[in-house]
Structures are given as structure tokens and as C-alpha cells.
């Protein structure tokens, strides 16, 4: 048994339906890793869905996000799903994995949210606008304050430009960058502030439905926040792995997104 499997911390869940055949040996089975048990809210629908095509799915919580590129790429799972392309993209060329990325899934929701306004019309001269200080986060809600039509950053920066990579700022608004995780504790004393989806939940906002503007995956320019399903290279073209990603991209899981995630997911596949 390979290393990796002392860093799981959660066991192997077999999810199967009462409609898969009776001879189990019969069934054709796909064993797709994932990290963070908030996903088998994801993945339980798809698991039944494809179960009545005699299709087992095996799902594989890791713990830590370092291990399941190395364990598809080891052979030990056949697909996984919990990565953005960034990430994904920095595995592949630092750790030389084999790994191709199948199909788009989600992006994490970086909402505008306020306790003092109601709509980003009404931002005024020098207002204060809170964002997260690390540079992927920070980039992204930069990219956010422009589609709002705050601000406007230097075309040439992508999806991560930076504070002095804004070339228009007609309220002369103040950005003040701050850890992600205290931004919500701040929204009383700014304009306005881009919070992650996950912090978002974390202190009772509801993504779906609290913001004052909302995040958009058209909004972006390339793919660098957009979660995937990855396969072995060898593996891209697999019949049945095109048949899980049909199943996932499909109204069963945005209606898990809408309801279990308050809006938080937005799917990309669209």
C-alpha cells in the first residue's frame, strides 16, 4: 500500500443504490478523491444517479490537498475533483504529473457585500472598500470592483492584478487590504468588501442572496479560479469517465449548489 494512504484521515465510502444490479461484480466502479467532507454533499446525488446505470462510485476523502494529484497520478484513484486550475496547473509543472483536466465544475463565489449600502451605485468619494491582502484572493476581488464599475485595472494583469495595477478610480476609493478571514468583522466601518464564499458562510451571510454584487465566472479571463475534474492523461478520453462528468454537470448538482451551498458555487459548465 502506498504512503499516502496513512496521510487519509477519512475512509473509503462506498455509496451504492438500491437500483445497481445485484452482481455487484458486474458493475462498473470509479474511484474519485476528493478533500473536504462537505463535497459528499456533491457527490451523493451523481453516486445514485449513475448507480441505476450500474456504474459504483467510490468516493476518497483526503485531508491534506497535497495528496490527491500524486495518488491519480499513482493510479490509485481514477479521477479526483477539489482544485482550481492555478493549483492544478502548478502540480502538474512542479511535480511532473501525467494529469489532464477533464471537465470545468465551480468557482468559489467572491461576492460584494455591505452593512451600509444597498447597491454599488451608491459609493461615494473616498469610501472605503475592504478586500483579502494575499495576491490570488486580492487579485480576484480586484477583478470583482472593476465589474461592479468601481474601479478599472490594467488589462495586461489578468485575473490577479494588484493594488498599484489600477489605472481608474473615479471615487477615489480606498482599498484596504486585510486578512480574508477578518473582513466581515470590518463591514461596519467600510463602504463595502469582497469576502470569500467560504468566509461568507462562516458568519451568516448567505452568498446567494445577501450580496450587493454578485461574482460572475464571465468576469475572468482565463481559468485560474475555476475548480476541475482531472484524469490521467492516458485516461482523458475514457467513456465512462465522460459519462461522471455528464453527471455531474448536470441540474442535479447546481441544485446541491443553490440549496446546500447558499449560492456559493457557481457553475462553470454553463
Known sequence: MKKFLLLVLSAVFVLTSLSCSSNASNDKVVKVGFAGESDYQ???PIVAKLAEDGIRVELVSFADYTIPNQALNDGEIDLNAFQHYAYFNDEVSNKGY???AIADTYISAM?????????VNQIKDKDKIAIPNDPSNGG???KVLQAAGIIKVRPEAGDTPSVSDIIENPFNVEIVEMDAGAIYGVLPDVACAVINGNYAIDFGLNPGSDYIFKDDPSIYSGKSFVNLIAARTKDKDNELYKKV????Q?????????ENFKGSYLPTWK
Open 140 to 142: 480576484r476581488a480586484l
Open 42 to 44: 456533491i457527490w451523493d
Open 98 to 100: 501525467d494529469l489532464t
Open 111 to 119: 461576492n460584494i457585500y455591505s452593512k451600509n449600502i444597498t447597491n
Open 250 to 258: 448536470s441540474e442535479i448538482v447546481e441544485k446541491v449548489y443553490n
Open 245 to 248: 462528468v455528464e453527471t455531474y
